[in-house]
């Protein structure tokens, strides 16, 4: 199983970038994607997540300026991240969500896409 998260890069304050998820190992369109982002020196958090069916959630510090979605057919799922601010800078990790009774586990974080915000 491998997801590889890239498109990220230095950007300004207010710019956009597109993060892309590239899926493989796994039947993709069955599972919840999310993008999960950690700053140096935080822990890492849910950005957003997009369900099998389409189903979106999003953390409220992005509601708004990011959107997610999917393409099954391409077993990619897109970050759209508009109106950037200097606190969205962090190392962005996608991963296929898997929820069992005993709890909800991940597979292998990799490297991740760094983004930069300039202000």
């Known amino acids: 199983v491998q997801l590889q998260a890239s498109g990220g890069g230095l950007v300004q304050a207010g710019g956009s970038l597109r993060l892309s998820c590239a899926a493989s190992?796994?039947?993709?369109?069955?599972?919840?994607i999310v993008w999960h982002r950690q700053a140096p020196g935080k822990q890492r958090e849910l950005v957003a997540g997009?369900?099998?069916?389409?189903?979106?959630n999003y953390a409220d510090s992005v509601k708004g300026r990011f959107t997610i979605s999917r393409d099954n057919a391409k077993n990619t799922v897109y970050l759209q991240m508009n109106s950037l601010k200097p606190e969205d800078t962090a190392v962005y990790y996608c991963?296929?969500?898997?929820?069992?009774?005993?709890?909800?586990?991940?597979?292998?974080w990799g490297q991740g896409t760094q983004v930069t915000v300039s202000s």
């Open positions: 991963n296929a969500e898997r929820v069992y009774y005993s709890g909800t586990y991940y597979y292998d």
């Open positions: 997009i369900s099998s069916g389409g189903s979106t």
């Open positions: 190992g796994i039947t993709f369109s069955s599972y919840t």
